[in-house]
């Protein structure tokens, strides 16, 4: 799939329409914000780059604390060094992206004291991040299963950081390219009904 040409804030793109659908009304671009797995390996210009970190940039935080940090891979050498962090399993399909974003957190505020959010507020900034690039027509898909370690000392991480994401960026490509044991999952997943996850005004008593 090429670069989106409807607008994902005012309508549900096909693949959506077949796996999805919201229990109330709500704006499109956030049933049509999923996380493929195929990129097509079409670059991504530098501006759209900045244009998706400069959403993440406004996300909430504690205290203004701001968090979050964002490590940019682009040239062939920087995303190698990405690439030998990631797991095999994800790497048979997350290789084909132009570029890569490592999300990380500050874990103190500002005096030097631990800010018990820094992770809470940096997961804002990933969907910030995530909901702008869905507006451009780019991809995203968060991974979590790459060697922390590794990327502490390949990235050059202090201590006083932690590296939550690895995320590959770039447009979707056919499910078809993909590795076999992952197309059958190349699809917008669901969710659990919002019903199912409200507690109204809290748990019930336990019984006796």
Do not use: C
Request: no cysteine; aromatic share 10%; charged share 20%.
């Amino acid at each position: 799939m090429s670069q989106q040409t409807f607008n994902p804030t005012e309508q549900l793109s096909e693949e959506v329409q077949a796996n999805r659908q919201a229990d109330h009304s709500i704006n499109p671009l956030f049933v049509n914000r999923w996380s493929p797995r195929s990129f097509s390996g079409q670059s991504v210009s530098e501006e759209d780059l900045l244009t998706v970190l400069e959403a993440a940039r406004w996300a909430p935080s504690a205290r203004n604390g701001q968090p979050w940090r964002f490590i940019l891979a682009k040239t062939e050498e920087q995303l190698q060094t990405f690439r030998e962090l990631i797991f095999p399993s994800n790497r048979v399909w997350a290789d084909q992206a132009p570029a890569i974003i490592g999300l990380a957190s500050y874990k103190l505020w500002e005096d030097g004291q631990p800010n018990p959010y820094h992770a809470f507020d940096t997961g804002a900034a990933w969907q910030a991040l995530a909901l702008q690039a869905s507006l451009l027509g780019l991809s995203t898909r968060a991974i979590a299963s790459f060697d922390k370690e590794k990327a502490r000392t390949a990235l050059n991480v202090p201590d006083d950081y932690d590296v939550h994401l690895l995320i590959p960026i770039g447009y979707q490509g056919q499910a078809d390219a993909l590795n076999e044991d992952f197309r059958s999952l190349e699809k917008p997943n669901g969710r659990r009904s919002l019903k199912d996850s409200i507690i109204e005004g809290g748990w019930a008593e336990p019984q006796a």
